[in-house]
């Protein structure tokens, strides 16, 4: 957990670093494996390597952005790699072998699954290589630390609250999700659904589908059309990715559901601006993926300069954002979910 405000740390933190993210250009991006070469660390300097569920994914490319202002201020190099899309558990796979070959310092990857990418990160671990997840974590024994966004739990409700609200508490809702094996996800549906259940605020919502998009652009888009024609009642979306939220306010938009059907999620500011302004969408939620990045970048130097081990506990600098205080399973925190609407989403550019 952060040793200081978290509210109040994380929105400073977010207006701090929104003016200089930008997306990443495609000299920095990497969608091919390569053996051999050696890129590990010389002179001193730290080499890191990026690796996103998938490439061109506005999220991630954000993510990537904040990381690379860390490294410049670690002095580290960064470079991102990774497949072109994120619906192969094992298509990250190659990427850590080569990883491992080229004897990186620093692996920081968000995972496509808990347990396929294991046995490649062991691998890279013996090699040397510090390994840790961001944004979708692997089981906790395969990586040395998790930079999470904000508890799972936390996530859930927030976006509870937010569709609650705007179906006035009652009727029928659907997920848009993104991979089915997606670990973060699930995790999140998971504790929706029981929140659902057991929470009596929510006794008249039903949660009667959930679909995948597969983060892809098209399929979330058809999914959405496939939601409305299938359940004719359906009140509200809540789609839990940038993807995925974004192709369904597109949907809604140009339908006859637009005003009718509620959505609600996790997207950026950048992409969800013209959907708020002409009423599609009437809020939702993130944390800032620049400084997710970020945070990650200084938290894996922490490991590499050997000023943390992983162990519940330790605490490091993370530059702007202040000091981090590691936690059970290896966890570092990054905050609380910010809610962005009408009133606030032109201060924001990510």
């Not at 929706?192 to 605020?201: F, I, P, Q, R, V």
């Not at 995948?212 to 979330?220: A, E, H, R």
Request: contains cysteine.
């Amino acid at each position: 957990m952060k040793l200081h405000s978290h509210r109040a740390t994380a929105l400073a933190a977010l207006l701090l670093s929104v003016s200089v993210l930008t997306a990443c250009g495609a000299d920095e991006t990497d969608t091919t494996p390569t053996d051999g070469g050696d890129t590990g660390s010389g002179g001193g300097e730290s080499s890191l390597t990026m690796l996103p569920k998938n490439l061109g994914n506005p999220y991630f490319d954000t993510s990537t952005k904040g990381a690379e202002e860390a490294a410049g201020e670690a002095g580290a190099t960064i470079e991102q790699v990774g497949p072109e899309t994120g619906d192969d558990p094992a298509g990250q796979v190659p990427f850590i072998n080569t990883v491992a070959q080229q004897g990186a310092d620093g692996l920081i990857v968000s995972a496509n699954d808990p347990e396929a990418i294991c046995d490649a990160i062991g691998e890279a671990r013996d090699a040397g290589v510090k390994v840790v997840t961001f944004d979708s974590d692997t089981n906790p024994e395969c990586r040395d630390l998790f930079i999470n966004q904000a508890t799972a739990e936390g996530i859930a409700a927030k976006q509870l609250e937010l569709i609650s609200e705007e179906i006035g508490g009652s009727g029928e809702i659907a997920i848009l999700s993104a991979a089915a094996n997606a670990t973060n996800q699930n995790s999140w549906i998971e504790m929706m659904e029981a929140e659902l259940e057991s929470n009596a605020d929510y006794a008249d919502i039903e949660l009667v589908d959930t679909v995948y998009g597969d983060d892809q652009d098209q399929k979330s888009f058809d999914q959405t059309e496939a939601l409305l024609q299938n359940h004719p009642d359906l009140k509200g979306i809540i789609s839990p990715t940038t993807v995925g939220i974004a192709a369904a306010a597109r949907y809604l938009s140009e339908s006859d559901s637009k005003g009718e059907v509620a959505l609600t999620g996790l997207g950026t500011p950048n992409q969800m601006r013209e959907f708020v302004e002409d009423g599609t969408v009437s809020s939702f939620a993130l944390w800032n993926p620049g400084d997710l990045g970020y945070l990650a970048v200084f938290a894996t130097q922490a490991l590499i300069d050997g000023d943390i081990s992983g162990e519940e506990g330790d605490t490091f600098e993370a530059g702007k954002l202040g000091e981090f205080e590691v936690g059970a399973d290896g966890v570092v925190l990054l905050g609380e979910p910010f809610t962005f609407n009408a009133d606030n989403i032109a201060d924001f550019d990510f």
